[in-house]
């Protein structure tokens, strides 16, 4: 991913609320990622202790306690949060003298959070009169994650960035950071609007990335090893439930996760602690790797990797504030 996105004159600032990891942290930091992608101010305490150029992508709504953390977290690092309405550039005012900066996000699709592109300007002038520092503009491309939509989302990113990032210009306020880029649909980011990508499922792979084209078998890099526990007729269960892999299934999934090994297996049913699998038999106490459908929140319920002859904590498990 990291040469990937050199050859297109972008830098990378990988999305660490996949991983939650340190010691990934510090390879992605290392193969030359500008800095780092956080969801929360939790995530943001966590990985200051090894990147010193943090983006909050996220529109908080910081009270008296997260403005403390936040303190606490700019005595440390760079920072910079996403902001998508002028109530909540208000409510970040207070940290402008402590060095904070906003992004302003810009919904390029999706329809979850941010403003159109039309409306980025006011504010990022309600953020500059409270004194907050604008570097730029960000979005995620969320409707990439459906099959046949990867190009067209990636088009629809580039030309609402631009859109947002030209009406800043021409309002006078300078703009250095065009920030996107989903893992489905990082293959089709280009620079010359963008400036950086900040994907972040790339490093493990899942059955979604798997199912829409983008991560090869071979290239997953993370699985659930889980037993079979029952066997029946015609299916087989898995002690490794929704507990265990999560329970996300998009429209377009064959199930609710893959069999790495065993690839014309599906899992049919997820229950906390169950997982029902048709398509493939085994005797009981087998073991098998899971590709869960979505990994962030599989390593969000898990303690550790298991890394060859080593484990790596998942340290900002449960740092979801």
Not at 86 to 108: C, F, H, K, N
Not at 133 to 156: E, I, L, M, Q, W
Not at 168 to 190: K, N, Q
Not at 247 to 258: K, L, P
Request: glycine share 10%; aromatic share 4%.
């Amino acid at each position: 991913m990291q040469h990937a996105a050199s050859g297109s004159g972008l830098t990378l600032r990988p999305h660490a609320k996949t991983h939650k990891s340190l010691e990934v942290a510090r390879l992605q930091l290392a193969a030359g990622a500008v800095g780092l992608t956080v969801a929360t101010v939790a995530e943001a305490e966590v990985f200051a202790e090894v990147c010193d150029d943090l983006f909050i992508a996220y529109p908080l709504w910081v009270d008296d306690e997260r403005a403390t953390r936040l303190h606490g977290v700019l005595a440390r690092a760079s920072v910079a949060v996403g902001v998508d309405s002028v109530e909540s550039v208000r409510q970040l005012a207070p940290l402008a003298g402590a060095g904070l900066r906003v992004r302003v996000e810009v919904d390029s699709g999706h329809h979850r959070s941010g403003v159109p592109a039309g409306d980025a300007v006011a504010v990022a002038s309600a953020a500059a009169e409270a004194g907050l520092a604008v570097d730029g503009v960000f979005t995620f491309p969320g409707h990439s994650y459906s099959p046949d939509a990867r190009a067209a989302a990636a088009a629809d990113e580039q030309r609402e960035l631009a859109a947002a990032r030209d009406a800043l210009i021409g309002a006078g306020i300078a703009c250095p950071v065009v920030s996107g880029g989903s893992t489905p649909s990082v293959e089709f980011a280009r620079g010359g609007v963008l400036t950086e990508v900040r994907p972040g499922v790339y490093v493990f792979g899942d059955a979604q990335q798997w199912e829409l084209g983008v991560t090869p078998p071979e290239q997953v890099a993370l699985t659930v090893v889980a037993t079979v526990v029952g066997r029946y007729p015609d299916r087989v269960v898995l002690d490794a439930g929704s507990k265990v892999l999560g329970a996300d299934r998009a429209s377009y999934a064959t199930g609710h996760g893959r069999l790495l090994d065993h690839p014309d297996a599906r899992i049919t049913a997820l229950s906390e602690h169950h997982a029902t699998v048709t398509g493939f038999d085994a005797p009981r106490g087998t073991r098998v790797r899971v590709v869960p459908n979505h990994v962030c929140t599989t390593a969000n319920l898990a303690d550790a990797y298991v890394v060859g002859d080593n484990t790596w904590r998942v340290d900002a498990r449960g740092a979801n504030t």
